[in-house]
């Protein structure tokens, strides 16, 4: 693969329960990101959803194969800053062991994808609380727009 085709390529990874009404955002919103991306032109790029749930690790042999440049990590956070339901999150931000869903802290995943599949990651936190699943997914396609 080109590196040029490399550059085109992310790997949008939703993260989060279910059964969990404040921990299905990330799914819910990439679900619609899916749904919109038709919608969006990404001139010259390509954006592919994975919804990893509980257990992402488990499709990182799929995103792997899917060669992205980028792999931008989607999860329900707290209501945090108040201003923005959608935002990046740095990942020296988040320390610790936080508590989760899934079985993998984010940062470890994070910097799994970085390592083995030698792409960039960003992680997006999307505020539970906030019920227009169709505008926060159109600001995660404006956030995957600036990569």
């Known amino acids: 693969m080109s590196s040029s085709d490399r550059r085109k390529r992310i790997a949008l990874l939703a993260l989060g329960s279910e059964i969990i009404p404040e921990d299905d955002a990330g799914i819910r919103v990439a679900r619609e990101v899916r749904r919109l991306i038709p919608t969006h032109r990404f001139p010259d790029r390509r954006i592919r959803v994975f919804e990893g749930h509980t257990a992402p690790e488990n499709l990182t042999g799929a995103i792997r194969r899917f060669h992205p440049s980028h792999v931008v990590l989607i999860d329900a956070v707290s209501d945090g800053d108040g201003v923005s339901p ?21 940062t ?11 792409c960039r990651t960003t992680v997006i936190g999307v505020t539970p609380s906030a019920t227009d699943v169709h505008d926060l997914a159109k600001r995660v396609l404006r956030l995957c727009r600036a990569i």
Do not use: Q
């Not at 935002?87 to 869903?101: H, L, M, Q």
């Not at 470890?108 to 030698?118: F, I, N, T």
């Open 86 to 106: 959608v935002r990046v999150i740095p990942k020296e931000a988040i320390t610790g062991i936080t508590c989760s869903t899934h079985t993998l802290p984010v």
């Open 108 to 118: 470890l995943l994070a910097d799994y994808c970085e390592r083995s599949m030698g």
